[in-house]
């Protein structure tokens, strides 16, 4: 496996506390999951494969190893990654859409693409790259998405969210 086959979810902070916890911040396009093992990417470019003890909240990461755990804060810039076959697995057992490079479709036409999804602890955000060049979001609940079909995501009643 190669660097380029990663996918960072996230970064972890510069300190370690008493019991052995590092902050993590997500990457916005992360899902909460429960990691069980991760790849660390250190600014050195190397890469150690850990084992995540706990997860409090997706803020404060407990990983096996002490000693990773504290060159990771030290670093103070490493990546948490996984593999897209893992993304890939845990979307599957979660029942996830991955609506990344989806067509988006409006008022007759396709207007855009999915650049990315987010979660944003109520229903999942579709990150849309309009044919002009600029972005709008547009949440997955049935107000505003008519239906997916195939490759495609029929919207409707975003004329608002067009003029923002």
């Given amino acids: 496996m190669e660097i380029s086959d990663l996918i960072a979810i996230g970064k972890l902070g510069n300190s370690v506390d008493s019991d052995g916890y590092i902050s993590f911040k997500p990457n916005k396009i992360f899902q909460s ?16 494969y850990v084992k995540i003890e706990d997860n409090l909240n997706d803020k404060m990461l407990k990983i096996d190893d002490l000693e990773i755990t504290r060159a990771a804060a030290e670093d103070g810039k490493a ?10 697995m845990l979307l599957d057992e979660h029942n996830i859409q991955d609506y990344a490079g989806m067509k988006v479709h409006f008022a007759d036409s396709i207007i855009g693409q999915v650049k990315e999804t987010f979660f944003n602890n109520a229903q999942d955000i579709l990150v849309v790259e309009l044919i002009n ?5 547009i949440p997955v609940v049935d107000h505003y998405v ?7 995501i029929y919207t409707k009643n975003i004329e608002g969210l067009m003029n923002l």
């Fill in 33 to 48: 999951f429960s990691l069980q093992y991760v790849f660390l990417l250190f600014t050195d470019h190397s890469v150690r």
């Fill in 79 to 88: 990546l948490v990654m996984l593999a897209q076959e893992d993304i890939t």
């Fill in 146 to 152: 008519e239906q997916i079909e195939g490759n495609v």
């Fill in 133 to 137: 060049g600029n972005e709008i979001m």
